[in-house]
C-alpha cells in the first residue's frame, strides 16, 4: 500500500454498459496501492454495467481538469472497455484529445477490452495488441489494420493494453511498476 501516494489516475468509462471486472478490478488495485482515482464517464450519470452492475462516475469527461484535488495532467489515463464502449467512447473527441495530450506528456495511458479500439482510432497504438475476447471489437480492429495477438498484456514504451476481464490483474501490475517507478524519459 502507498506506492502510488500522491499519483492520480483518470479512469474514463462509457457511460452505459461497462465492464464490471475491468473497472472494480483496475479500480481496487490502484486504490489499495495508493492511487487517486478519478473515474468519469461521458454523462456523469450513474451508469449500468454489462451484467446489470451500477456505479456512480465522479463526473464528466469533458470535465475531466476540473475535478477537485486534481492539478495539472493525470499520472495515467486508463479506458475501460464493456459493450457500451461502441456507442460513447470509440469515436469520441474529447476522449482522443484526452489520450493524446496525455500520451505527448510522457504519462501512461492504458485500455483495456473493447476500450483498446479508442487508442487504436487515437493512432496511439501501432504494432502489436492484445486480442480481445469480444467478437465486435475484433472486428472492429481488424478494419482498422490492428495486428492483434494472443497475449494477456503488451506494453508499448508508455502504453498499457489489456486483452480483458481475465487480465485485468496483469495489467495493473503493469501500470503500477511504470508509475512506481516512473521510468517514462
Not at 464493456?82 to 492504458?110: C, E, F, M, N
Not at 477490452?113 to 493512432?123: D, M, R, Y
Request: proline share 4%.
Amino acid at each position: 500500500m502507498g506506492i502510488l501516494l500522491e499519483k492520480n489516475v483518470l479512469i474514463i468509462i462509457p457511460k452505459s454498459q461497462f465492464c464490471e471486472k475491468e473497472l472494480n478490478g483496475v479500480r481496487a488495485i490502484l486504490q489499495q496501492s495508493g492511487a487517486n482515482v478519478v473515474v468519469l464517464s461521458k454523462s456523469g450519470q450513474e451508469a449500468m454495467g454489462s451484467n446489470k452492475g451500477k456505479f456512480q462516475p465522479d463526473g464528466m469527461i469533458v470535465d475531466w481538469n476540473k475535478q477537485p484535488g486534481i492539478k495539472g495532467k493525470y499520472h495515467a489515463v486508463i479506458v475501460i472497455g464493456g459493450k457500451g464502449a461502441k456507442k460513447s467512447l470509440w469515436d469520441d473527441p474529447i476522449v482522443s484529445q484526452i489520450l493524446t495530450d496525455h500520451s505527448r506528456s510522457r504519462r501512461i495511458i492504458g485500455a483495456i477490452g473493447s476500450g483498446l479500439v479508442v487508442l487504436v482510432k487515437a493512432s496511439l497504438v501501432n504494432g502489436e495488441i492484445p486480442l480481445p475476447r469480444d467478437e465486435e471489437t475484433r472486428v472492429e480492429l481488424k478494419n482498422l489494420n490492428a495486428v492483434c495477438i494472443d497475449a494477456p498484456v503488451k506494453r508499448i514504451d508508455n502504453i498499457i493494453l489489456g486483452q480483458g476481464a481475465d487480465s485485468t490483474h496483469h495489467f495493473c501490475q503493469q501500470i503500477l511498476g511504470l508509475m512506481d517507478g516512473e521510468i517514462l524519459s
